[in-house]
């Protein structure tokens, strides 16, 4: 049999190198919080497969209920007939859906294929083409998300030109907007929204202007929480121009942030809501599931055919997260992330007020579990150019990969220094404090 070293060399040699990865090493299995590598590592998990297994790996009643679906039918085509697990998943999400009018669901794979699909179904129902998307905002890889996502050009360079009719208005961010450190947060939010108005007047017509699609805490570009009160503003603009308000909930939906979803926060009414890695609960633990919900007003004129995809709500999957939404009951899922959460803000910000480390965090962010570390950066010297010119570079990778020495898996995102805690919503306290001391050891080793 091949060895794990040769499996890596053969990975290395075969597989496409557009994707990067952690560590040069291989699954083999996981249990909750924890994962086994082939070498015969083990890691605390603090990615959940990039906020994917909420309730951890190979939740018992979750892989159990795959594996009974798996006996009667895996490929139950949604343009054939209805499959079983599909009604019974939406059956479980209708009360939970953050306004009662959601109650139209598609079911299809990934992520990206909902953002496709929610943009698809703008322009059909509207009649309208252009769409805007937020500075910061990840949406996927595919053609038309990419247009959307402006966290990282790295996303889409070499892969010009995008989808057209795409336009961008600034997140309210304040620690990079230039000269807006003493803004306060309702001056940051008036700023905002007086430039998403002015795009309407001079870029792309309300006539012209389909949607406007937000994640309620941006995830890749830096896990920031949306303020509600930009999110009401935006709620009215979009009604006041005849709009779609699009909330992309794949990264922050499913009780990531404390909430079942985190638009609850604003208790903004989204027209289309998009879940996915979150897997509808994290939507299947790991199985592949992504789900674009909207009122039935919206969706009932579609032409038949307009939507569709060979795996779309794939048996397997909808059984998976079935299984998903009584065990987030059961469990009290909710419970535990916001205890857990509070802990590991306090540990973070212990961190935070220590002398020695306190010059190079610029912030401490996050809802629930979906929480943020964001380190000074000589690169983005907008508010302290003393402080951040003198910072040591790559922060946050650096940190990360001393996270991964000490065993730990920790992301980083694509915007600014910043790492995210993305553990397991399920996790312990004890899991929890592990990962907080590692992450303390770390940063204290690097700056030092
Ligand atoms: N939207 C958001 C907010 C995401 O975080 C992601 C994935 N990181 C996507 C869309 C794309 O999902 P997928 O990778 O499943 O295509």
Request: charged letters at 20%; hydrophobic letters at 40%; a neutral charge.
């Amino acid at each position: 049999a091949t060895t794990a070293e040769a499996l890596v060399v053969l990975g290395q040699k075969h597989v496409n190198k557009g994707v990067p990865k952690l560590t040069q090493d291989v699954f083999q299995s996981g249990q909750g919080s924890w994962v086994t590598m082939l070498s015969g590592k083990k890691y605390l998990d603090f990615t959940s497969g990039i906020g994917v297994t909420n309730l951890g790996h190979c939740h018992p009643r979750v892989s159990k209920a795959a594996a009974d679906q798996c006996m009667r039918i895996v490929h139950g085509q949604c343009s054939i007939a209805y499959n079983e697990p599909y009604l019974r998943l939406i059956e479980k999400l209708l009360p939970m859906m953050p306004h009662p009018s959601l109650d139209s669901f598609f079911f299809w794979n990934s992520g990206s294929e909902a953002v496709e699909g929610a943009i698809k179904i703008a322009r059909m129902v509207t009649g309208k083409q252009n769409i805007i998307s937020m500075q910061g905002a990840y949406h996927g890889r595919t053609m038309g998300a990419v247009a959307v996502t402006k966290s990282k050009t790295g996303y889409s360079e070499g892969t010009h030109p995008l989808m057209p009719g795409v336009y961008s208005t600034p997140f309210p961010y304040w620690h990079h907007f230039l000269g807006t450190a003493d803004m306060g947060e309702a001056e940051l939010v008036r700023h905002c929204l007086y430039q998403l108005e002015l795009l309407l007047q001079q870029q792309t017509a309300p006539k012209d202007t389909a949607a406007i699609i937000i994640e309620p805490v941006l995830g890749e570009g830096g896990y920031v929480p949306a303020s509600a009160a930009y999110l009401r503003g935006l709620r009215d603009i979009c009604d006041k121009h005849n709009i779609l308000l699009i909330i992309d909930e794949v990264q922050s939906g499913f009780g990531r942030t404390g909430k079942n979803f985190a638009i609850e926060y604003s208790g903004v009414r989204p027209d289309i809501m998009l879940m996915a890695k979150a897997r509808c609960f994290g939507l299947a633990n790991g199985f592949p599931l992504s789900c674009i919900v909207s009122r039935r007003e919206i969706t009932d004129n579609l032409k038949p055919g307009s939507m569709g995809g060979t795996y779309a709500g794939n048996a397997v999957a909808c059984a998976a997260a079935v299984a998903v939404a009584d065990v987030f009951k059961e469990e009290r899922i909710l419970e535990n992330v916001n205890a857990r959460s509070k802990e590991l803000f306090s540990s973070l910000e212990v961190l935070r007020q220590s002398p020695k480390i306190a010059p190079y965090i610029l912030d401490v962010r996050g809802q629930g579990l979906m929480v943020a570390v964001e380190f000074a950066s000589p690169t983005h010297s907008v508010h302290d150019p003393v402080i951040h010119k003198s910072a040591p570079t790559n922060l946050s990778t650096r940190v990360a990969a001393r996270c991964l020495d000490k065993g730990m898996l920790l992301l980083t995102t694509s915007a600014y220094e910043t790492v995210r805690f993305i553990p397991a919503l399920n996790i312990s306290y004890e899991d929890l404090a592990a990962g907080a001391a590692i992450f303390t050891k770390a940063v204290e080793e690097i700056v030092d």
